[in-house]
């Protein structure tokens, strides 16, 4: 008998430890059920007002000359000058202002209007750098006449390309 309640205290004992068990268990999923989907109702509750401050913040966004420098290295350059133009109106003091606009201008082949944005950064900051950017531009209006193909002063460079890759063509 004495083997027999030995037995019957550890089966128990082990009864009370499978109950204990089944206590955690439960209470762990219990736990895991109600976390987890407060969690991810938070996490979307916060990535809406991130994304609607975001979205409050870029709408408000203006225009400044470094997106005219980089419309121009994307070679955007009638937006380049477009908002080069609606800045200028509201610095029109600014000699960096006239320097950047001119740079579009150049790079969009109007001579004319980059001699005249280089003229007025050097006449508002005459430095070197601007008097040599005058003198450079002043060069190749000299050097270069107006071609053929770019009456209006427009496009000199993409006008000789094309007359020397249709010349290059012709040799063949």
């Not at 736990?31 to 509750?45: H, K, Q, R, S």
């Not at 916060?46 to 419309?71: A, I, K, Q």
């Not at 050097?143 to 010349?167: C, F, K, M, V, Y």
């Amino acid at each position: 008998m004495n083997n027999d309640e030995a037995i019957l205290t550890e089966l128990r004992r082990i009864s009370a430890w499978a109950d204990i068990q089944r206590k955690v268990t439960k209470w762990s999923l219990i736990f895991v059920a109600v976390f987890i989907p407060a969690m991810i109702i938070i996490g979307i509750l916060v990535e809406r007002r991130v994304t609607t401050e975001l979205e409050s913040v870029v709408s408000e966004e203006t225009p400044d000359w470094y997106d005219v420098d980089g419309s121009i290295r994307k070679c955007d350059l009638d937006k380049a000058i477009q908002i080069g133009e609606k800045l200028i109106t509201k610095t029109p003091l600014y000699p960096e202002a006239h320097r950047r606009l001119a740079g579009a201008y150049l790079a969009a082949g109007s001579l004319e209007k980059a001699r005249q944005h280089y003229a007025e950064a050097f006449r508002l900051f005459p430095s070197e750098e601007n008097e040599r950017a005058l003198a450079a531009i002043e060069r190749r209006m000299k050097a270069e006449p107006l071609q053929a193909g770019a009456t209006d002063g427009s496009q000199p460079i993409r006008s000789a390309t094309n007359a020397a890759s249709s010349a290059a063509g012709s040799r063949r």
